[in-house]
């Protein structure tokens, strides 16, 4: 399960990001954490204002880029952290027949395009978003998640 987190992560990061960032900016952190159901609900509530459980939830995190030291290459980017609720991520993944595992990844992808900046407030924001998703899902050999059903990640 880390290294499923961990690959996922890095490619949704470096796609996101892109080719044409300085090699430095492709390296960064993020906090990945699968919890509970309660747990991720007591996150909704506080920093949400919805008392109910969501599959994943993205906290970004607000940095001025650190200064290293000279001759140092600067510090990893923190991005920030992607919780997910295993158990609704789990009945999720059963009830629509799919792979937990593409699932999982499927938050995760979501998940880090959110600390990135990306969202889907307006209808625009949404599907470039659902497409980065597709392509980043597709190199792991995971279909669409948005070809055949209204699915989306909170």
């Not at 309660?38 to 995190?61: C, E, I, M, W, Y």
């Not at 999720?92 to 407030?121: C, M, N, T």
């Amino acid at each position: 399960m880390t290294r499923l987190c961990a690959e996922t992560a890095r490619r949704a990061y470096v796609m996101a990001v892109g080719d044409d960032s300085e090699p430095h900016d492709r390296d960064a952190q993020v906090s990945i954490v699968l919890t509970s159901d309660r747990a991720v609900q007591a996150l909704n509530r506080t920093f949400r204002g919805h008392d109910q459980a969501t599959n994943v939830l993205s906290f970004p995190v607000a940095q001025a880029p650190a200064a290293a030291a000279e001759g140092c290459p600067p510090p990893p980017r923190l991005l920030g952290d992607v919780v997910i609720a295993f158990g609704t991520t789990a009945a999720e993944a059963a009830a629509a027949g799919k792979d937990l595992g593409d699932h999982l990844r499927h938050l995760i992808v979501h998940g880090i395009l959110h600390v990135l900046g990306y969202d889907h407030q307006t209808e625009g924001d949404a599907a470039a978003m659902e497409r980065l998703e597709a392509t980043i899902l597709a190199c792991f050999g995971v279909s669409d998640p948005y070809a055949s059903a209204a699915e989306h990640p909170a």
